[in-house]
């Protein structure tokens, strides 16, 4: 939490402060602190919302980019031109403003009007029955696998426990470890900063993030030879053609969507063709 509370000026940093000292449970649930300019802060944990009277300014909505920038904000402009900037701890913050566009491309967000700072909890051995069903026991390697639920049930934290563990090898079956490799599109996965992964996604893991699915798993097939690769959110064309390039390399695939059921699968027809040629293996809804 410290990471966090470092890019608020002195004053909000002591709100904080007192709350946290206050009320532990705040700390263990917090989700998110939602930042609106002239508007009271929010906290958002697991089963309710926290407003806090006091309303944030324009200028320390700046200086708080200014700390999560580290005083450089020229430097993270392509950070802030995909809508996030990713700090110290691997804590994501989103942020709205007015976009500049230039060939149809966000170039700049100025007058930066919103913050959310989504805290980062990594939840080790939490995909233990998850990978039951992912592992092939008997010949020692994994099914090719989409994980399945609607935003917010933790999609992306078992995604990121299973890579761990297939990474590092689980001793309790016998399973080797293997070489993974991680498209992290959005820096969600492994939230890397300044080249470093803040997640623990294993000793054979190798990421690449700011590129899309499919570039990111060419390049990654191209150049490290994974034995597994992963990616979070799949869903349009371009993705599955990359899953096919993958699968058809002899690589195996772990892969997350957004759905609630079997209906939710079937209405993008591209994913669901996967399935129904067999390509896809394993389907497990969280």
Known sequence: MDEILRCFPNNIYQIFSNIFKENTRIV??????????????????RNEDIILQYNITQSEVLQILERLCENSIYAYKNQIC???ITIKGGHRIGLTGSCVI???KIINVKYISSLNFRIARQILNCSTKVLREIVDVDNKDIYNTIIVAPPGRGKTTVLRDVIRRLSNGISEI?????????????GEIAAMYKGIPQNDLGIRTDVIENVNKNQGIHMLIRTMAPEIVACDEIGSNEDVEAIRYALYSGVKGIFTMHGKNVEDIKNNKQIYELIENKEIQKIIFL
């Open 174 to 186: 016998n399973f080797r470890g293997k070489t993974c490799g991680v498209v992290d599109e959005r």
């Open 28 to 45: 263990n649930e917090l989700q998110e602190i939602r930042i609106r300019t002239d508007r009271p802060i929010l906290l958002k944990l």
């Open 102 to 104: 230039e060939n149809g």
């Open 82 to 84: 995909e809508g996030f």
